[in-house]
């Protein structure tokens, strides 16, 4: 069972309130994320193993999706904050792609902080996706030769937007769940046992504070061995 799951059966609630009070959370750690300075915000809303479960429980998580977008796109672009969606479009139904493209477009001028909303998205079938577009493009240039880390990178859903630094998991979950498996090789991972749905301001501190106490060596020697 997933955070949200677990978050509401503790309290004896519906599932779905769950993921309710999770959209409440996101909305925190947005707020938070431009307190504290942060210039990108990657969420995992929806995945692509999502769909297996039951059809009712993704009927509202869509729904939820919808809602989120349209009630809180107004406030995202007057705080100044650039909306983007990765994963799988070509699957993603007709009207949730609409209303990405309006949020995407009002906001593309916006600075303080890209949010990144992966929805329909799984790290393996972004690189089979980045990979075919990679190979069908280089194959219509009558390209051969060994392929470079940047020729699949540029053809990632992420392509433009800088590999993560941190990589927040909660809920006790110690996993990467099929999320950003290229763009994290180098991040530094956060496990906190704090359930999505009371993820705040406080908590996103502490993990700022684990990250800040870290050697990041990115292969090479740590900072006491220069």
Same mark, same amino acid.
């Given at each position: ?95 949730? #792609? %609409?209303? $990405? =493209?309006? @949020?995407?477009?009002?906001?593309? &001028?916006?600075? *303080? ?10 790290? #393996? %079938?972004? $690189? =089979?996706? @980045?990979?075919?577009?990679?190979? &069908?493009?280089? *194959? ?87």
């Amino acid at each position: 069972m997933d955070g949200n799951g677990r978050w509401a059966q503790a309290r004896g609630l519906p599932r779905t309130e769950g993921h309710r009070r999770g959209v409440e959370a996101l909305r925190r750690t947005v707020r938070a994320s431009r307190d504290l300075g942060i210039a990108h915000l990657t969420i995992f809303s929806f995945s692509t193993e999502n769909w297996r479960r039951p059809a009712l429980e993704v009927s509202f998580l869509l729904g939820l999706f919808k809602r989120f977008v349209r009630n809180d796109l107004a406030e995202l672009h007057a705080s100044n904050v650039r909306v983007r969606m990765i994963g799988d479009r070509d699957s993603t139904p007709a009207d949730i #792609r %609409d209303l $990405i =493209v309006q @949020a995407e477009t009002l906001t593309a &001028a916006n600075t *303080a902080l890209t949010l990144t909303i992966a929805f329909n998205y799984g790290a #393996r %079938d972004e $690189i =089979v996706r @980045a990979v075919n577009a990679m190979q &069908a493009e280089r *194959a219509a240039r009558g390209e051969q030769g060994p392929v470079r880390e940047a020729d699949i990178s540029c053809h990632l859903d992420t392509a433009g937007i800088p590999d993560p630094d941190l990589v927040i998991r909660t809920s006790g979950e110690v996993r990467l769940s099929n999320f950003l498996m290229w763009q994290a090789a180098y991040a530094e991972l956060v496990f906190t046992p704090v359930l999505w749905p009371d993820f705040d301001h406080t908590a996103l501190e502490v993990a700022l504070n684990e990250f800040r106490s870290r050697d990041r060596r990115f292969g090479g020697l740590s900072r006491q061995a220069v």
